[in-house]
């Protein structure tokens, strides 16, 4: 891309949007200048043209996004027929296994979730299709970056906060290598309480028609019923049978 083909307003923008999240509903000026590193007259102005817009409330000191910007991550579910698809599978899984099952796909450092099926709420958060989980640490993510060229998955490990979620979570990089090496060869991932104690899950990757890994899937159970070492024997074949009958399906 030229350079003069790069609209930094728009992108600064953008990034004040990304700003918004979870545990940060609400924003003063100051709050998105920090997070963003804009000065503060640029997110002044961006906060402020949001609002006018109709994607933001603003009540004099905190500014909170409306549901008007439900458009934007709508017009990407509406346009991509992955999660249409997907979905109807996932519900007939969970079912099947009464666990929760859900499907997701690698953006940047994350893995953002498309489509999820809830049998009982396993993790603190409320996951749902939007949701977005640290790649390194989660069993989906594991298997996306497993996918990847090793130069491309030891670069995003690079570029992610590999920060401790619990006592068991993985973060050095050499170890995570390793494991994106076994999980690749095996063809699933399990995660045991890393992202969250008290949960355990299991991925495999969901493949097109062309055998391009284009998502993966997974099912979360807690620990306390079903520990990570039954996972895989309670849990990978209807995940690869899922994967099995979705891959004719997709482009």
Known sequence: MRETDFVSGFARGLKVIEAFGETTPKLSISDVAKATGLDRATARRCLLTLAELGYADYDGKFFALTPRI????????????????????????????????????????????????????????????????????????????????????????????????????????????EELIRVRAQGFAVIDQELELGLCSIAVPLENDRGRVVAALNIGAPAASVPAEQMAERYLEPLKAVARALKPMLR
């Open 70 to 177: 439900l458009r934007l991550g709508h017009a990407y579910l509406s346009a991509t027929p992955l999660p249409h698809i997907v979905q109807p599978f996932l519900d007939k899984l969970s079912e099947e296994v009464q666990q929760s099952a859900s499907a997701s796909v690698l953006d940047g450092t994350e893995v953002v979730y498309i489509a999820r099926a809830s049998q009982k709420r396993v993790m603190s958060i409320n996951l749902m299709p939007g949701s977005r989980l640290p790649a390194y640490c989660a069993s989906m993510g594991r298997v996306l970056l497993a996918a990847l060229p090793e130069e491309e998955a030891r670069a995003l490990l690079r570029q992610t906060a590999l920060k401790a979620f619990t006592p068991r979570t993985k973060t050095d990089p050499a170890r995570l290598m």
